[in-house]
């Protein structure tokens, strides 16, 4: 069975700092793994995804994340936080091959202060 | 890139009463879709998996009486709450597969705010 667990489920940061947020994952083979950001009232839009190439993986709007299969972390960053970053994050794992379904972390809620 | 369109984003309906949510996929074929019911503050649960042309696959815990999945086609699906009641008001997204590898990506609509009263 696949889980990912989000460590914090609010995370506060300054305008300008780094951004982090946790994901671990449990998967019973070799992962895929997503994040995916949600505004309020709206669907997921997806920021990057690994998919086994390489392990630091870029997204849109400046973030990336690292895969690290001896912590099974898939940690999401980004050097320099903006207001329009705040929202709710999502960390997925799929176990791949075919339409597998995904599982969903019980996401992070981005908090920008001025 | 692939959109995939929800649709309404919002509806309110009187208890006792069906609700048809459409999820359609704009510019590529969908042969799977995945249905998904959020709470307020809380994660997407998947409800079902829906298959174009054959019977959809129902998460353990959700009704298949009470959400009609149907996949008539390869750019629809459409849930159907059925007699719905206040305890079915929530958030609820579609979603499809992008990509013709493993880990393609997943597409998701805008949302349905479903408000039973």
Redesign the interface.
């Known amino acids: 069975a696949q889980s990912v667990t989000q460590l914090g489920s609010h995370v506060s940061v300054s305008e300008g700092a780094l951004v982090l947020l946790r994901c671990n994952y449990s998967s019973s083979v070799p992962p895929?793994l997503?994040w995916?950001v949600q505004y309020p009232?709206?669907?997921?839009?997806?920021l990057l995804?690994?998919?086994?190439a390489a392990t630091l993986v870029k997204g849109i709007n400046g973030f990336e994340a690292e895969f690290k299969k001896s912590e099974t972390s898939f940690h999401l960053t980004k050097p320099s936080a903006h207001m329009s970053d705040a929202a709710e994050y999502?960390c997925a794992v799929?176990e791949?091959?075919?339409?597998?379904?995904?599982?969903?972390?019980?996401?992070t809620k981005l908090q920008v202060i001025p | 890139g692939a959109v995939?369109s929800?649709h309404p984003?919002?509806v309110i309906c009187k208890s006792g009463t069906s609700v048809k949510i459409e999820c359609r996929s704009l510019d590529f074929q969908a042969?799977?879709m995945?249905w998904y019911r959020q709470f307020p503050k809380?994660?997407?649960m998947?409800m079902a998996?829906s298959n174009e042309g054959s019977k959809a696959t129902y998460e353990q815990g959700v009704e298949k009486d009470k959400f009609l999945i149907n996949h008539a086609s390869l750019t629809l699906s459409t849930l159907t709450v059925t007699s719905a009641h206040p305890e079915d008001s929530s958030?609820y997204?579609c979603?499809a597969?992008t990509g013709t590898?493993?880990?393609?990506?997943?597409?998701?609509?805008?949302?349905t705010?479903l408000t039973v009263v």
Do not use: E
């Not at chain 2, 590898?101 to 949302?111: N, P």
């Open positions: 895929y997503f995916y009232n709206q669907g997921l839009q997806l995804k690994y998919t086994s999502f799929s791949g091959g075919g339409y597998q379904k995904v599982t969903f972390g019980t996401g | 995939v929800q984003s919002w042969t799977t995945f809380q994660s997407l998947l998996t958030f997204i979603s597969r590898h493993a880990g393609g990506g997943y597409t998701f609509g805008s949302g705010r």
